[in-house]
C-alpha cells in the first residue's frame, strides 16, 4: 500500500506556470508506473501524464510541449511541472501509482487557471 499527498496547486492567470508535487508514504523506485491525472468540474477524470520505474512517460496529448513529468526516486515524490497554463487546465489533479493488479489515488489538489 502506498499513500499519496498532492500539493502546489492554486490560482494562476493564464500563461503563467505551477508545479505540482506528489509526496508517497513509501519507497517508489519499485512502482512501475506514477502519474497524473485530472478531473474538470462535469468531465471525466483523464490522464495527463505517466512516467515508468525506468523513465519512460508519457502525455496528453492537450499538455505535450507544455507540462514535464519528473520522479525523484530518492526523495518518493513525482513533480509535474506545468507551463503557459491555459484556463481548460482548470481542474483537480490527482497523483496516481499503478502496478500491475492495483492502483492508488492521492486526495488531488485544485488547480484553477482564470484572469
Known amino acids: 500500500q502506498v499513500q499519496l499527498v498532492e500539493s502546489g496547486g492554486g490560482l494562476v492567470q493564464p500563461g503563467e506556470s505551477l508545479r505540482l508535487s506528489c509526496a508517497a508514504s513509501?519507497?517508489?523506485?519499485?512502482?512501475?508506473?506514477m502519474g497524473w491525472y485530472r478531473q474538470a468540474p462535469g468531465k471525466q477524470r483523464e490522464l495527463v501524464a505517466t512516467?515508468?520505474?525506468?523513465?519512460?512517460?508519457n502525455y496528453a496529448d492537450s499538455v505535450k510541449g507544455r507540462f514535464t513529468i519528473s520522479r525523484d526516486n530518492a526523495k518518493n515524490t513525482v513533480d509535474l511541472r506545468m507551463n503557459s497554463l491555459k484556463a481548460e487546465d482548470t481542474a483537480v489533479y490527482y497523483c496516481?501509482?499503478?502496478?500491475?493488479?492495483?492502483?492508488?489515488w492521492g486526495q488531488g489538489t485544485q488547480v484553477n487557471v482564470s484572469s
Open positions: 513509501r519507497n517508489i523506485s519499485s512502482i512501475p508506473t
Open positions: 496516481n501509482a499503478r502496478g500491475r493488479m492495483w492502483g492508488y
Open positions: 512516467i515508468t520505474s525506468g523513465g519512460g512517460t
